[in-house]
């Protein structure tokens, strides 16, 4: 068997890569970075040829710029929206036996502060949301033209392979080098936001469950277990031995986009999913990497 994956040098497809190679799949990785194979999944003749190439088993596109801000929109609409028609119309007319993983997101939902669950209603709330949800709309019409489509939507996941630009690792980095020394002082927005905090490593467990049986169609991908931002700090910063109110600032101006997001998982749950790694090991695994 083997596998195509689209985005394989971020975060999800380093992890899911390594599962799959564990399970005896042979990956082709493709990614603008990181020495993959270099495929403009905006440009559907490269798609098709790909997929005329390798004729895999799977097809994951996780592809994507992680960022809700505006100047994103054109990147995102090319990677997330076309890069899906692109991928569906390729398997449709050249290999429609694949199974096809489709990444989507929790942010894509109505959010009134409450567990989501996959059948809540979208909102187009951001420029990033806008993608995710033409997407979806894409897997649920070639699902009619009886392609084998599934859509996970992902909540905050984390790992020791994120950037400072995302919460979890801005704080875990602040807290080590606070640890070594540093004198310096961490600005956060709102402390009190929730949201999961789930290991990467699990979460790409949870897409391969999804993708092996043929009832449940789009998922939650994630714990379903909610923690603040400030559980996050208060549990790094005890590991790094340091009081957290010594360096943590929080910026009176900053107002959060939601007060919550968390999944309710019961579909995944549902399909077998266990998560491994809790919320105090994986900061112990990012702490300590």
């Known amino acids: 068997m083997n596998a195509i994956i689209f985005g394989a040098s971020g975060q999800d497809g380093f992890y ?34 790909l997929v005329k190439k390798y004729r895999p088993d799977y097809i994951f596109h996780l592809a994507a710029n992680s ?5 994103a929109i054109f990147e995102n609409h090319e990677t997330i929206a076309t890069g899906t028609l692109n991928i569906l119309e390729a398997v449709h007319q050249y290999s429609p036996e694949i199974k096809v993983f489709i990444s989507g997101s929790g942010l894509q939902f109505e959010n009134k502060g409450i567990p989501i669950m996959e ?87 949870g897409i391969w469950l999804l993708v092996n049986q043929d009832v449940v169609t789009e998922a939650n991908i994630g714990s379903g277990k ?35 997001l968390v999944c309710n998982n019961y579909r995944l749950l549902s399909l077998g999913f266990q998560q491994e790694v809790s919320f105090e090991a994986l900061a112990a695994m990012m702490m300590h990497e």
Not at 67 to 71: A, C, E, L, V, W
Not at 151 to 169: C, I, K, L, W
Not at 233 to 259: M, N, P, S, W
Request: aromatic content about 12%; overall charge positive; proline content about 1%.
């Open 119 to 205: 059948t809540d209603p979208f909102e187009a709330r951001d420029a990033y949301s806008i993608s995710r949800i033409q997407s979806v709309y894409a897997a649920r019409y070639f699902r009619r033209l009886g392609l084998k489509v599934y859509v996970g939507y992902f909540f905050n996941h984390d790992s020791p392979r994120r950037t400072e630009r995302h919460m979890a690792q801005k704080i875990v980095s602040a807290a080590r080098r606070i640890a070594k020394g540093s004198e310096e002082k961490l600005l956060i927005g709102d402390l009190s936001v929730v949201k999961e905090w789930t290991f990467a490593g699990d979460v790409v467990k």
């Open 16 to 49: 899911l890569t390594q599962l799959l190679e564990q399970q005896g799949v042979s990956v082709i990785g493709v990614s603008r970075s990181g020495g993959f194979l270099n495929i403009d999944i905006s440009d559907f003749g490269q798609v098709c040829d």
């Open 226 to 260: 909610g923690y603040s931002i400030l559980d996050w700090v208060k549990l790094c910063f005890g590991i790094a031995g340091k009081d957290y109110q010594h360096y943590v600032q929080t910026e009176e101006v900053f107002k959060a986009e939601y007060r919550q």
């Open 67 to 71: 960022t809700t801000r505006h100047d």
